[in-house]
Structures are given as structure tokens and as C-alpha cells.
């Protein structure tokens, strides 16, 4: 076990609404990254923060934003979900910027 | 096309066979991660890479920097070694991944 939690664990959207997953880092971590696995695919870069500060972003639109913490936790917070956004959404923390990460277990959102 | 290319996609394995698993990727990294996901999701880092070669227990990651490509090798595999084995690069502030390559090792 890494000590990374996500939640919830599962959710369940209609297409429209809007949706913020959480993600507690291992202690003393200071860097939080997020992806996207649609069912059978690897992962999706999101984005990173570090010190509360975006710091790098992968190829998903504005209505994918987030946020992080003092204490580095971190929220992901999807707009006007699509169908499309039906994934695993999973955390990874790290001490810093190029270091291991650690994954939590995920989210599994369905937007129906 | 993929940033990230794994072979193969699918591998099934005696236990006991030497198991190998390639990574070629297009652009230039800072470091390269092999990652070993769970059917139910969970990610477990094993390897972080920038050169040259790791080895933890029964698997071994090595790099090659020059031919962008890099490769996990599984010892005396067993069927809990059973996961999809998934290779990502981290290039300045983006990851890019592999689709994974899903190993089945059979008592």
C-alpha cells in the first residue's frame, strides 16, 4: 500500500454535470499528478502541481482544472462531463518533480 | 502515432521462463518508469530510469538512451508476476504512456 488515497472509490455522472475527485498524497509528498485510463488503454497525462502551482499539463481541455492544497492534497474537478469521460481516474504523488511516484488506487467515474 | 510503443501486447509465459518486455519511445526524456498495474487498477511504480540498468529481486529494467529504447525483464517468472506491465516517459513536465502489455504467466 502507498499511502496515496483517492475518493470516492466509484461515482456515477449523467452527462452535463460536473465532478471533483480527491486525492490525499503519501505524507511529505509535494508533488501530485493525475491521469485518465478509459477502459483497456494506458494512461492519460492530466496534469501535475507542485506546491500548489500547475506544473505541466497533458492534452485535455479547460473543463479538466484542479487544484492542490497547503497540505498537497488535491482535487480534480471535471465540467459538462461527456460520455467520453467515463475512465479510471488515478493520483500519483511524489517528494518532487521527477521523482517515483506513487499511484493511488483510483477512481472509477461512469457518466451515463 | 504513439509517443510510447510497447511489445509485445499480449504475452502468456510457463512459470519459470525469462520473460522480456520492450519500450521504444519517439521523443526526447528525463526518465523513463515501468509501471505493473493489477486487474482493479492499482499502479505500482517498480523502475525509474535515466540510464543504464536497475534491478530489483527478479526484474531487471535496463535503458538505452542513444536507441530510445529500454526493456523489463522478469527471472524465474511466476504467476503472480500475472499484470499488465506498462511503460511511461516523462519528457519535461508531460508523461506520456504505453498501452501496457498484459502478461499471463501459467503454473
Known amino acids: 500500500e502507498t499511502g496515496v488515497t483517492q475518493s470516492p472509490t466509484h461515482l456515477i455522472k449523467t452527462r452535463g454535470q460536473q465532478v471533483t475527485l480527491r486525492c490525499s498524497s503519501q505524507s511529505g509528498h509535494n508533488t501530485v499528478s493525475w491521469y485518465q485510463q478509459a477502459l483497456g488503454q494506458g494512461p492519460q497525462f492530466i496534469f501535475q502541481?507542485?506546491?500548489?502551482?500547475?506544473?505541466g499539463r497533458g492534452n485535455f481541455p479547460p473543463r479538466f482544472s484542479g487544484l492542490q492544497f497547503p497540505n498537497y492534497s488535491s482535487e480534480l474537478n471535471v465540467n459538462a462531463l461527456e460520455l467520453d469521460d467515463s475512465a479510471l481516474y488515478l493520483c500519483?504523488?511524489?517528494?518532487?518533480?521527477?521523482?517515483?511516484?506513487?499511484f493511488g488506487p483510483g477512481t472509477r467515474l461512469l457518466v451515463l | 502515432k504513439n509517443e510510447v510503443e510497447q511489445s509485445p501486447q499480449n504475452l502468456t509465459a510457463q512459470e519459470g521462463e525469462f520473460i522480456t518486455i520492450n519500450c521504444s519511445y519517439s521523443?526526447?526524456?528525463?526518465?523513463l518508469h515501468w509501471l505493473q498495474q493489477h486487474p482493479g487498477g492499482g499502479i505500482v511504480s517498480l523502475f525509474m530510469?535515466?540510464?543504464g540498468k536497475k534491478k530489483h529481486g527478479r526484474l531487471i529494467a535496463t535503458i538505452n538512451i542513444q536507441e530510445k529504447h529500454s526493456s523489463l525483464h522478469i527471472t524465474a517468472s511466476h504467476p503472480r508476476d500475472s499484470a499488465v506491465y506498462i511503460c511511461?516517459?516523462?519528457?519535461?513536465?508531460?508523461?506520456?504512456f504505453g498501452t501496457g502489455t498484459s502478461l499471463t504467466v501459467i503454473p
Open positions: 502541481y507542485y506546491r500548489e502551482e500547475e506544473n
Open positions: 511511461a516517459v516523462r519528457k519535461s513536465n508531460q508523461f506520456y
Open positions: 500519483a504523488s511524489s517528494l518532487g518533480n521527477g521523482e517515483t511516484q506513487y
Open positions: 521523443v526526447g526524456i528525463s526518465a
Open positions: 530510469l535515466s540510464s
